[in-house]
């Protein structure tokens, strides 16, 4: 089992709505990640907080807020988002930057 | 810039019947690689990390090998549960960023 938790398990938003995603880790890990999947592709690297400070954003789009509330929570805020945003999103963790890579089992966002 | 090729696209086995999975990739400095199996509608659930050419690692009925140029996941005596997506994945360790670039993956479908 995962010891990156995610929640919701599954979002339905509309357009005009303000929803978050929230992911936990209890491991120690001190970088913690965002990605985004599309159906058959491979995830995409979205931000990267690194002793809670944001240290990578993959130029994505600022109806996407990240928060980093301490070192084991992390969370992503939506906001005005479009139908092409649906997609799996991941959060996952790691001991530092450079280290193995955990993930969790993932937010499946539907916008309509 | 850094490249992964995961072939075959997708692999269809008897119960039984072992095989490979090739990782083609191209860095400027392996930091590892690393494989994941990934279900369907779920989070990349992480198998191996390998740190230099020669190593090889072992779980189960799964086998990893890298060289230089390459790395394989041997999978001997497969049972349907193997049934998975197998994502390859390489980090640089040139710089401080440390980014996962991922292959497409490799659809297997163990067949009872």
């Known amino acids: 089992d995962t010891e990156v938790t995610q929640t919701p398990k599954h979002l339905v938003m509309g357009m005009t709505n303000k929803k978050s995603l929230k992911c936990e880790q209890h491991?120690?890990?001190?970088?913690m990640y965002w990605y985004k999947q599309k159906a058959k592709k491979p995830p995409e690297l979205m931000f990267v907080?690194?002793?809670?400070?944001?240290?990578i954003n993959e130029s994505v789009p600022s109806r996407f807020s990240p928060e980093c509330p301490n070192s084991s929570l992390l969370n992503l805020h939506l906001h005005a988002l479009q139908p092409e945003d649906s997609a799996l999103y991941l959060c996952?963790?790691?001991?530092?930057?450079?280290?193995?890579?955990?993930f969790g089992e993932g937010s499946w966002l539907t916008v309509v | 810039e850094d490249q992964v090729t995961q072939s075959p696209e997708a692999l269809r086995l008897q119960e039984g019947e072992s095989s490979s999975l090739n990782c083609s990739y191209t860095?400027?400095?392996?930091?590892?690689l690393f494989w994941y199996r990934q279900d369907p509608g779920k989070g990349p659930e992480f198998l191996f990390t390998?740190?230099?050419a020669g190593e090889e690692k072992e779980k189960e009925r799964l086998k990893a090998t890298l060289t230089k140029k390459e790395s394989f996941l041997h999978i001997t005596a497969p049972k349907p549960e193997d049934s998975a997506t197998y994502l390859c994945?390489?980090?640089?360790?040139?710089?401080?960023?440390?980014?996962?670039?991922f292959g497409k993956g490799t659809l297997l479908t163990v067949n009872p």
């Open positions: 996952a963790s790691s001991q530092d930057r450079g280290n193995t890579i955990y």
């Open positions: 491991m120690g890990h001190r970088a």
């Open positions: 907080y690194s002793y809670e400070k944001l240290s």
């Open positions: 860095v400027s400095g392996l930091r590892g």
């Open positions: 390998l740190y230099s």
């Open positions: 994945a390489v980090m640089n360790s040139g710089g401080s960023n440390y980014k996962l670039t």
